[in-house]
Every structure is written in structure tokens, then in C-alpha cells.
């Protein structure tokens, strides 16, 4: 029986997960479960990356006897470092931290916003890989110089099993570096600001074996022969290989957890000033499948009003209260724009931040503080319908169905509000959609099963699937 292991690795916590195939259904144990987050030092806000490697090792050193393969998938756009000798030469920094902004400004003297739009497809945001490097190079002149190879998260976590330097389309379509036209690297950037196209490695299929652990550069692992599979680097690529938008036209994807992430399956890139406009991004899923979407603050800002809060009380707040509470308010929520970078910050103070975009809005504030989360909630769903308006309007399709994945899927208070506020069918889970894409790619990889078609199908008991329907506003 061959049995996969599938690294998860979400933004506030990573988890691992044992598949395999028996009796014609797919069998998970989840084996791992790590929080983690990020630390301020010297003004920049870093990932805990020993702490991210060392539940990786110990997980596999574990089930070392039981599994034959290894998959990693994480969020996008942040990266590692690699000096001449193979080190690590810095700890990753994440994607909140604002100096990031930096890389914009430098970005801006050689080009307009709509040529790099135009360029990579990606929406124009402080986050993306690129204007992370830009920043880092002049912030840290001399770190920077060292570089030889930079390793997006997926990639720096397969570097670190195996020995190995490789990337992947779907979390190289996260870098605003990358030509979607031709799925190359886009060597006008390159050009532009003087990189060297050498820092990225050889892109790699998914599917494909990119090493083993025997060549490990954690020594605990070398013991070991496991293969590890290049899988769909970007979480939510993965996760979209669950959902009915793979085969329905009619049907769009959310995967909503610290992210949340709206779109379609389409059959090329949207490169349009309206598209810009609209801040709709382009990224490549599993096998290369042009997606059209929009990154949303997901269920960030809930988290962390929910922490605050908690630390104010002194006692923890479960999420049935918070749904009890939301699904008894008989008038509408006020609305914000969730998408304001202060909500995104890594140190947002959530409730003040919501108080002041409330009444920047004209709006009363709430007076209890669980009024807070149907604010947040609601504010979520207005912007989901905006998205799909633009959606609508730009691909000229129209959806009746929208697909629901990740940890929002379990809110039935979101997925109801959802299909009363927006009109369409909401179809919620799997939770773990981002693990299964994983797992479903590696198990084709060992020979397991036959195609990723056939693993969906073998999945969809696990799904837990629950359908909401619209019953009016």
C-alpha cells in the first residue's frame, strides 16, 4: 500500500497529512499540526522558519516506515535566500511586512503600473515576490548581493528535504515575475531591474519526482530513501482541483481561509486595463490551468479581532457563540472595505481600524462587541459580490454556483449570507481542499491512481459537502 504524506502549510499553521488508497476510497490521517507566526526583529516582520522545519522533520523521521512520498504546498509569494555555499542566508520575511511598499516606488521608475500589469497578469500588490525583492536589494544591499538562488516557500521546504533547486508554475504565477503568455520567466523584468534570471530555479512539472531524502540537508533525514513530488506549490491551486469550477463552467471557487480567493477556471489570461482595474489577478493552477481571480483579506481580520478580543475578556470565545450570536441579529450589518491594507497589517489593532473605516463610512459603530464579527462578515460578503460582478462583467460569463473551500467552508452563518447576499448556490467543503490537491497529485505521481480526475472522485467522501441556497435578503 503506498502511502503519501502532504505538507499543508497555511499562514497561521501548517499540518500534515497521511493518504493512501484502499478498497477504492481515499483514506487521511491528519499526523501533524504545528501553529506558528510571525516575529517582529529589527522592524521587519519575519516566519518562524525553524520551527516550520523542525515539524516537518519530526513528521517525517515518524512515519518514515509507512510513507513513499512527500508533497509540500504553502501559501505564495515569499521566499528564502540561497548563498554560494547552499546556506539559507536569512530567515524568510512574510508578505505583511509593510516595507514592501519600497519595491512599488522602485517599480515605478521603469515601469507604469499597467505595463507590469500587462506583463505578468498579476494585480498590483506590495506582496508579490517581486517588489519584495526589489525592496530587500535596497534595504539590504550587502545580504542581497550574497544571494544565488531564490526559493519560493514551497520550493525552499523541497531544498531543504532533498538537496535539490526546483520551482513550479502555480506558485511561480504568485511572483509578478513570471510571462503567463508563455509560461517563462518574463525577461523584461529581469532586464529591467538588473536580476539575474539564474536566481530562479529550473520550473518544474507538477507531478514530477524532484529528489529524495537521502540527500537530505537536514542530516536526521538521510537515512531515509523517500521520494519527494513536485506538487502544485501554490495552496490554492491545489485546493481549486477540488472544486466543481475544474469541470463547470457555471461555477466559481472561493477558498477562504487567512485568504480568501474568488475566481475561475478560464482559458487564458485576462491582461485588460478593465481587468486591472478591477485589481483581478492572474495565476496558473495545477497542470497550467489559467485561473482569474481576486485575493481578498480572507478570515485575517476575523482572527484577529477574535484574539483581541479574547485577550480583553480574559477567557476564550468559541466560533458557535460568534455564530449564535451573528445569526440572531435580525438588521443588516454596516459595511467596510476590507480590502484597505491596514486590515492586512501584521500588527492592525482590529478594532480600532473597523471603528475608523465605519465612520468614514457615516456609519453608527456597534455597540456589542460580538456585533463586531457580523460587521467583518458581512463586509467579506460585499466585497465577494463585487468581485464577482467584475468577474461577470469581464469573462462575460455568468455563475450560478460558487464553490467554497478551506476553513471558511465550515461558517455555515458565510455560506448562508453568501447565497442570500450574492444569489448563487454555495457549495461548502472540503476544509483540507489545499491538502487533498496535494495528495490527490502525488498519489498519480507513485502510480496510485491513474489521473487526477480519478482522485477527485475517490475524495468525495471526505468532502463533507453541504449545499446553501439563497432564501431572499
Not at 162 to 180: H, K, R, Y
Not at 222 to 242: P, Q, W
Not at 273 to 299: K, R
Not at 326 to 332: L, R, Y
Request: glycine letters at 8%; hydrophobic letters at 40%.
Amino acid at each position: 500500500m503506498k502511502k503519501v504524506l502532504a505538507i499543508d502549510m497555511g499562514a497561521t499553521s501548517i499540518r500534515g497529512i497521511l493518504a493512501y488508497v484502499v478498497d477504492g476510497k481515499l483514506e487521511t490521517r491528519e499526523v501533524m499540526r504545528q501553529a506558528h507566526h510571525m516575529v517582529c526583529e529589527s522592524g521587519r516582520w519575519y516566519w518562524q522558519w525553524d520551527v516550520l522545519i523542525k515539524a516537518i522533520s519530526e513528521t517525517i523521521i515518524k512515519y518514515a516506515s509507512e510513507i513513499s512520498a512527500i508533497g509540500i504546498d504553502t501559501w505564495g509569494v515569499d521566499f528564502g535566500l540561497i548563498g554560494e555555499n547552499g546556506q539559507l542566508l536569512d530567515t524568510p520575511i512574510t508578505y505583511r511586512d509593510d516595507k514592501h511598499q519600497l519595491g512599488i516606488d522602485i517599480c515605478k521608475e521603469k515601469f507604469t503600473l499597467s505595463e507590469l500589469f500587462k506583463l505578468t497578469g498579476n494585480q498590483i500588490s506590495s506582496i508579490n515576490s517581486l517588489f519584495q525583492i526589489l525592496a530587500l536589494r535596497e534595504l539590504s544591499p550587502d545580504l542581497f548581493a550574497k544571494a544565488k538562488k531564490i526559493l519560493l516557500m514551497p520550493d525552499l521546504v523541497k531544498y531543504f528535504l532533498t538537496g535539490n533547486m526546483s520551482t513550479e508554475a502555480s506558485i511561480l504565477s504568485t511572483t509578478q515575475m513570471l510571462n503567463l503568455a508563455d509560461k517563462n520567466l518574463q525577461s523584461k523584468i529581469f532586464s529591467a531591474f538588473a536580476l539575474n534570471e539564474n536566481l530562479i530555479p529550473e520550473c518544474l512539472e507538477a507531478g514530477c519526482f524532484v529528489g529524495s531524502t537521502k540527500t537530505s540537508l537536514l542530516p536526521e533525514l538521510r537515512e531515509f530513501d523517500i521520494k519527494v513530488v513536485n506538487v502544485a506549490g501554490h495552496d490554492t491551486a491545489g485546493a481549486v482541483l477540488l472544486t466543481e469550477a475544474v469541470n463547470d463552467n457555471e461555477c466559481l471557487f472561493l477558498s477562504c481561509g487567512t485568504w480568501s480567493l474568488l475566481g475561475a477556471c478560464v482559458e487564458h489570461a485576462y491582461l485588460t486595463d478593465e481587468v486591472q482595474a478591477a485589481n483581478l489577478t492572474n495565476e496558473l493552477g495545477v497542470n497550467g490551468q489559467p485561473l482569474l481571480l481576486q485575493n481578498i483579506t480572507g478570515l485575517y481580520l476575523l482572527e484577529q479581532y477574535k484574539k483581541q478580543l479574547e485577550s480583553a475578556l480574559g477567557q476564550p470565545i468559541s466560533f458557535n457563540a460568534i455564530t449564535e450570536h451573528v445569526s440572531n441579529h435580525t438588521e443588516s450589518y454596516p459595511c467596510f472595505d476590507i480590502d484597505q491594507p491596514v486590515f492586512g497589517q501584521a500588527n492592525v489593532k482590529a478594532k480600532q481600524a473597523i471603528d475608523q473605516a465605519l465612520q468614514a463610512n457615516g456609519c453608527n459603530l456597534p455597540i456589542n462587541s460580538f456585533d463586531y464579527f457580523g460587521v467583518i462578515y458581512s463586509s467579506l460578503v460585499a466585497k465577494y459580490k463585487t468581485s464577482i460582478d467584475n468577474l461577470v462583467k469581464l469573462t462575460g460569463k455568468s455563475f450560478k454556483r460558487l464553490h467554497l473551500i478551506g476553513g471558511g467552508s465550515q461558517s455555515s452563518y458565510l455560506c448562508q449570507l453568501i447565497a442570500n447576499k450574492i444569489g448563487v448556490e454555495v457549495i461548502a467543503g472540503p476544509k483540507e481542499a489545499s491538502a487533498l490537491g496535494n495528495i490527490i497529485v502525488q498519489l498519480q505521481a507513485v502510480g496510485a491512481i491513474k489521473s487526477l480526475a480519478e482522485g477527485r472522485k475517490l475524495s468525495e467522501h471526505l468532502s463533507n459537502i453541504h449545499h446553501y441556497y439563497a432564501k431572499g435578503n
